[in-house]
C-alpha cells in the first residue's frame, strides 16, 4: 500500500516541475509554456477540446504562487519550525522536458506544526520564482512533500534560492548526470542527500499558495528559506542551456498572512 500511495502522490504532484520554453502538458491535457500565446498570462484561457477553461484557478484563483515576499512586513513565528530528516538515497536524476528533477526513494520527511510529510522529489528553475522584495535570483530550488490524509494529497514545498557564488559540489554531482534529452538516468553507487542543499540557516518565509504551474491548484503550502544558497556562474549557465526560463511571474498577495520563522538545525 505504501508504494500505491508514492506513485499516485508522485503523479498528482508531477505538475508542481515547472515546464521550459517547450510546450507541456498537464493534468487537464492541454498545452502550456512559458512563452507566447500559451505563456503564463494566457493560462487561465487556455480551453480543452470541448471548449471549456482548462486551467480557470491560473486566472480566478486567489491565493497563487509564486509571490513577491514582502520579507518587512512578514510576521514573526518563531514558534513553527521546520524539522528535516532527509536521508542519503540513490541519485536518480531525470531531465522531463520542464525542468531538471531529482525522484527521491522513501524514508525522508519534513515536519512542521507537528505535521509530517514525505520528500518526493526536488527540482529546479531559472530565474527564482519567488522574489524577496523586489529581488530576484539566478535560480530557485522546490523540495516537494506529500502526505495522505484522508482521500487528500496535501503538498507542502520547501523553496531555496540560489545566488551566485561558489561552486556547489552537491549541483555539479546533480548536473554532471542530468540527460540533456528528455528521459532519466539512475547513476551506479552515486547517492545525493537533499540536506546537502539546505543553507545553514533554516529561517523561512511561510504562506499558502499554489502550484506554479497549470493547474494551478491551491491550498499548497510554501516555506521559503530566507538564506540562498551559493552555485557558480557555469552551473547556473549550465542548466539555462537546457531550461533558458522557466519561472512564472509573481502572483497577487491578495491580503495573505506571510510569517517569518525559524527552523531547528538538524
Known sequence: MRIHYRQALAAAVSVV???????????????????????????GDLVDSHGDRAYPLCALGTAQSPIDIPAGAAVDARRMP????????????????????????????????????????????????????????????????????????????????????????????????????????????????AADLLPDSREYYGYSGSLTTPPCSEDVKWHVLAEPIEVSERQIAAFEELFEMNARPPQPLNGRLVIESAARPQ
Open 17 to 43: 516541475a515547472l515546464g521550459a520554453a517547450t510546450p507541456a502538458l498537464s493534468a487537464g491535457g492541454v498545452e502550456w509554456s512559458y512563452h507566447g500565446d500559451i505563456g503564463p498570462e494566457h493560462w
Open 82 to 193: 521546520l524539522a528535516f530528516d532527509y536521508r542519503p538515497v540513490p541519485l536518480a536524476v531525470k531531465n522531463n522536458g520542464h525542468t531538471i528533477q531529482v525522484d527521491y526513494a522513501p524514508g525522508s520527511t519534513m515536519t512542521v506544526q507537528g505535521v509530517t510529510y514525505d520528500l518526493l522529489q526536488f527540482h529546479f528553475h531559472a530565474p527564482s520564482e519567488h522574489h524577496v522584495d523586489g529581488d530576484v535570483y539566478p535560480m530557485e530550488g522546490h523540495l516537494v512533500h506529500g502526505r495522505q490524509n484522508g482521500d487528500t494529497l496535501e503538498l507542502a514545498v520547501v523553496g531555496f534560492l540560489m545566488t551566485e557564488g561558489e561552486a556547489n559540489p552537491v549541483i555539479q554531482g546533480i548536473w554532471e548526470h542530468m540527460p540533456a534529452e528528455t528521459g532519466s538516468v539512475t547513476v551506479r553507487g552515486a547517492k545525493v542527500s
